[in-house]
């Protein structure tokens, strides 16, 4: 953060004071700032040459192909697909988001994405777009019927990451299951088994071996959910403390973490319903293709 800081004041002295930041965040319309920043790379993608692209292309983690082989890859996503029961549909999403599609719903700092200057982001997480869609048909169709999508998508993440199958862009299995408070956590309990169960089939149908899940309950009222569940306790768990409520859990194969899931608030909010109930969870399928 203090980096970050200390380059952003840097820029904004050769830009010729802070201010400009106040009137390119605030001041200006979402539309005059797209137009503005329209123009200012389509100047300096004028300015580059063929050899300038290539120079990029070498060394950007971000363009570089995927370190998996295809064959490989795209049997884990056919493995992963075959895994979901008749009540879940796959949709196509979009490799761009609505901007803030992750920082807005979830405790992730918005540089930890791919931003655009069309007000977007490229695809960071298909979870947080399967629950833009998921909010869209609950406000349609309302009622008690749950919303049960999946989605196999390319991501990209901003942020540096080191160590064995760590990868500036992957592919995630991705399922979203949104409904209405049934009371008895009815719900939190049907649905956490049933994502649990399609992921550890898609585990197995992929060839990793026998899965794992370890469970981590975050609010008392969740224990007859995890007890439910099964699993490991996992109480020690600090990630995704503040980013799921209630319960979450992880994946494990040939103890390699490969997924993660748990509920989230994100429905409630974008709709205005505290009955709204929604848990999202996923596999990386490029651990999965790279056998246990």
Same mark, same amino acid.
């Given at each position: 953060m203090a980096e970050?800081?200390?380059?952003?004041?840097?820029v904004l002295r050769q830009a010729g004071g802070p201010e400009i930041l106040d009137v390119l965040a605030e001041r200006l319309?979402?539309?005059?700032?797209?137009?503005?920043l329209l123009e200012v790379v389509r100047r300096r993608a004028g300015a580059l040459s063929p050899a300038d692209v290539l120079r990029r292309y070498g060394h950007d983690r971000f363009a570089a192909p995927g370190a998996v082989a295809f064959r490989d890859l795209r049997r884990a996503e056919d493995a992963a697909l075959s895994a979901l029961p008749p009540?879940?549909?796959?949709?196509?999403?979009?490799?761009?988001?609505?901007?803030g599609a992750c920082s807005a719903l979830a405790t992730v700092d918005q540089n930890k994405v791919i931003s655009t200057v069309r007000n977007g982001e490229v695809a960071a997480d298909p979870t947080n777009a399967l629950a833009l869609e998921a909010a869209v048909r609950r406000r349609a169709a309302g009622g008690t019927e749950p919303v049960r999508l999946a989605a196999v998508q390319r991501v990209v993440r901003a942020q540096h990451v080191k160590g064995a199958a760590r990868f500036a862009h992957f592919t995630l299995f991705a399922l979203v299951t949104a409904g209405r408070d049934t009371g008895d956590h009815a719900f939190e309990r049907q649905h956490a088994?049933?994502?649990? !169960?399609?992921?550890? $089939? @898609?585990?197995? +149908?992929?060839? !990793?071996?026998?899965? $794992? @899940?370890?469970? +981590?309950?975050?609010?008392?009222?969740f224990e007859r959910v995890a007890a439910a569940l099964g699993g490991t306790p996992d109480p020690g768990r600090e990630s995704g403390?503040?980013?799921?409520?209630?319960?979450?859990f992880k994946v494990y194969a040939g103890g390699v973490e490969v997924g993660d899931g748990g509920f989230t608030d994100w429905t409630a909010r974008l709709l205005g319903n505290r009955k709204e109930r929604l848990l999202i969870s996923a596999l990386g399928l490029d651990r999965l293709a790279l056998g246990p």
């Open positions: 970050r800081t200390t380059a952003l004041d840097r319309s979402g539309a005059d700032l797209t137009t503005l009540g879940f549909e796959p949709v196509v999403l979009s490799p761009v988001a609505p901007l088994a049933e994502h649990l !169960a399609i992921l550890g $089939e @898609a585990v197995r +149908t992929c060839g !990793a071996g026998e899965p $794992e @899940a370890w469970v +981590t309950l975050l609010d008392e009222r403390r503040g980013y799921y409520s209630g319960l979450c």
